[in-house]
């Protein structure tokens, strides 16, 4: 399958779970991969040698997302270097968990500047460069809880909740230069966190989901490449539910 053959993806986050993930399916579809990554260099080196040693292309690229100068810094050097940025996909987050009373100042700003800002920042940074191509797929990853709310996630659900909503009216203001713009949100998936969990409480969450499984990030790179290339030419706005019927 080459339906992104030609194209250049951005995917922050990209260095483990969910985002490498959509990396490798991203490059398996053909695109040439930005695989963004904060502080997990070696993961992030990992994920672009399994795209090469498969046939792909892909690199590897710090960004902090949080920071404005230095998102505007990477993809003016992306399009510099590869011409475009036909994909954004906004994987990076952040979590700081902790009931309303407890959550400190520090914490609550920095899942706001992670998973809110950050998305803001890349989104802002290519915005122009696919608006002058007039063509672009934005995809952002929000969760369930931004939809659901959850005990102790007060920030994260906040940041998640907004996310939804600044994409759509990302679609709104690009459409009409054909650029789209949508949210995949997950449930519960496995990753390193959840692979911790101990068997009751993995017995517990699966009740909740009619589908009787935690998700994989390969269900989650799915949804993302689909929503990345022509099949979903004419789907914007929308938030994409991952979750094996946990939230319908």
């Known amino acids: 399958m080459t339906t992104l053959a030609g194209d250049v993806a951005l995917v922050t986050g990209a260095s483990r779970g969910i985002g490498a993930a959509i990396a490798r399916d991203l490059a398996g579809a053909g ?13 992030a080196e990992r994920v672009v040698a399994d795209i090469v040693a498969g046939g792909g292309a892909a690199e590897a690229v710090a960004i902090d997302v949080a920071s404005t100068a230095e998102v505007d810094a990477v993809v003016r050097d992306v399009v510099a270097r590869l011409g475009k940025v036909d994909v954004l996909v906004n994987n990076a987050g952040v979590s700081a968990d902790a009931l309303i009373v407890r959550i400190t100042d ?5 899942v706001l ?15 122009r460069p696919m608006m002058r191509a007039r063509r672009g797929r934005i995809v952002n990853l929000s969760s369930v809880v931004g939809v659901t709310g959850n005990t102790g996630q007060a920030a994260y659900a906040a940041a998640k909740a907004g996310i939804i909503g600044f994409t759509k009216s990302t679609a709104r203001e690009l459409a009409s230069r054909n650029v789209t713009a949508n949210v995949v949100a997950p449930g519960l998936i496995t990753t390193d966190m959840t692979e911790t969990l101990d068997a009751g409480a993995r ?12 998700g994989r990030a390969e269900d989650v790179a799915a949804a993302v490449t689909f929503l990345a290339g022509p099949g979903a030419s004419y789907i914007t706005g929308q938030v994409l539910h991952i979750n094996g019927g946990m939230y319908v």
């Open 113 to 127: 500047d992670v998973n809110l800002k950050g998305v803001f920042n890349c989104t802002k940074a290519v915005a």
């Open 31 to 43: 695109a040439h991969v930005v695989v963004g990554y904060r502080t997990q260099r070696e993961g």
């Open 203 to 214: 017995a517990m969450y699966q009740t909740m989901i009619p589908l009787g499984r935690l």
């Open 106 to 110: 520090e914490q609550w700003q920095r």
